[in-house]
């Protein structure tokens, strides 16, 4: 069975840095990206970034909002992906989801595929 | 950054009833897109990539439509289990973007 696990999330002082993981299990993980969304709560989902294969050298994409703040590593060997979130704002008060990119053989195009069940980031003083 | 606006923000309909959601891109991203279903406290769930391509084990009445700016997702006959919110996601190009989502609520 292919499963996502998060793990890390709590409550952080606003400046403060925390690191999320992923585990995950049943699927060849290098040769899979993997984005990090989030949600703040009641409001939409965010995409924060990706790690990109083993193919692609592990390569990083970031949206706008955490570029330069937080950073998205993995370790095949593991089968993790981690999230490092620096210089923490109140606004970063979300739900954080790990989520598989599924390549269609058909298609040849990605989506998110296989999804964590969350973990909880409150930044407040 | 490519924006995605999604439309409407929520609706009210009935068992049975055929409901339709729209996302349009400010640019042209082809057929790179997917639609997400998400219940209260969980996490999100694929239900179509590449614009109108169901994903496995997801009900056939969902469907999905569109390329270049506009597209749509259609629940033919909307079933007890189907409320929830919906987004879209483009993946066209780097950051990826959201749609705002459609509540889709019980009338």
């Known amino acids: 069975e292919v499963q996502l696990v998060e793990s890390g999330g709590g409550l952080v002082q606003p400046g403060g840095s925390l690191r999320l993981s992923c585990a995950t299990s049943g699927f060849t993980f290098s040769d899979h990206h993997m984005d990090w969304v989030r949600q703040a709560p009641g409001k939409g989902l965010e995409w924060i970034g990706r790690?990109?294969?083993?193919?692609?050298?592990?390569?990083?994409e970031y949206g706008a909002s955490v570029k330069g703040r937080f950073t998205i590593s993995r370790d095949d060997s593991e089968k993790s992906v981690f999230l490092q979130l620096n210089s923490l704002q109140t606004e970063d008060t979300a739900v954080y989801f790990c989520?598989?990119?599924?390549?269609?053989?058909?298609?040849?195009?990605?989506?998110?595929?296989?999804w964590g069940q969350g973990t909880m980031v409150t930044v407040s003083s | 950054a490519i924006q995605m606006t999604q439309s409407p923000s929520s609706l009210s309909a009935s068992v049975g009833d055929r409901v339709t959601v729209t996302c349009r891109a400010s640019q042209g991203i082809g057929n790179d897109l997917g639609w997400y279903q998400q219940k209260p406290g969980k996490a999100p769930k694929l239900l179509i990539y590449a614009a109108s391509t169901l994903q496995s084990g997801v009900p056939s009445r969902f469907s999905g439509s569109g390329s270049g700016t506009d597209f749509t997702l259609t629940i033919s006959s909307l079933q007890p289990e189907d409320f929830a919110t919906y987004y879209c996601?483009?993946?066209?190009?780097?950051?990826?973007?959201f749609g705002g989502g459609t509540k889709v609520e019980i009338k």
């Open positions: 790690t990109k294969d083993k193919l692609r050298g592990h390569r990083t």
């Open positions: 989520a598989r990119v599924g390549r269609s053989s058909e298609t040849h195009q990605d989506a998110l595929d296989i």
């Open positions: 996601l483009e993946d066209y190009n780097y950051p990826l973007t």
